[in-house]
């Protein structure tokens, strides 16, 4: 039988509420009753929402409510330190994997660049649901060539 690995990867936005504590629990019984790895991992990308201390008060809340997990994010004498095969658990350290596998879709045609500005995505987004439509991007940038789209790189346009 393959072995299960659940996570709980909550934001380091704010302090951990009974909504997560509960989704922690059950991902730990339920890892836990199948033999199976329960792992931390920090989803800490929305930065500008980002609380400072936040990773420690998930940890002891965790702690505190007795759920142990096997490989992820620990406190070790007041540091955040990561243990485990998978790592890294912090999302922002992975940024480099998951760049590599968006080269490979760009360069297989299955993903494209956008150069696509905040006000025309806000633009498009407000005439849809004016609309009633369900807001989706609706694929402007599709059309650049590969050879065109790095150009624009290039030259500074993001």
Not at 129 to 134: A, E
Request: glycine share 10%; proline share 3%.
């Amino acid at each position: 039988m393959e072995e299960f690995r659940l996570r709980f990867a909550p934001s380091p936005t704010g302090y951990l509420h009974i909504g997560g504590l509960r989704t922690a629990l059950y991902n730990y019984l339920f890892a836990k009753h199948n033999n199976g790895k329960f792992i931390l991992r920090i989803e800490d990308t929305d930065r500008t929402r980002y609380v400072e201390g936040a990773i420690e008060n998930l940890i002891e809340s965790l702690n505190w409510a007795g759920i142990e997990y096997d490989e992820g994010v620990f406190l070790e004498d007041g540091e955040i330190v990561q243990k485990g095969e998978h790592g890294p658990y912090i999302q922002s350290e992975r940024l480099d994997i998951y760049q590599k596998y968006v080269d490979k879709l760009i360069e297989k045609g299955d993903a494209y660049y956008c150069f696509c500005s905040k006000e025309r995505l806000d633009s498009v987004r407000e005439e849809q649901k004016t609309k009633g439509l369900i807001p989706r991007y609706d694929g402007f940038c599709r059309n650049v060539s590969l050879e065109e789209a790095k150009k624009r790189i290039e030259g500074g346009e993001e």
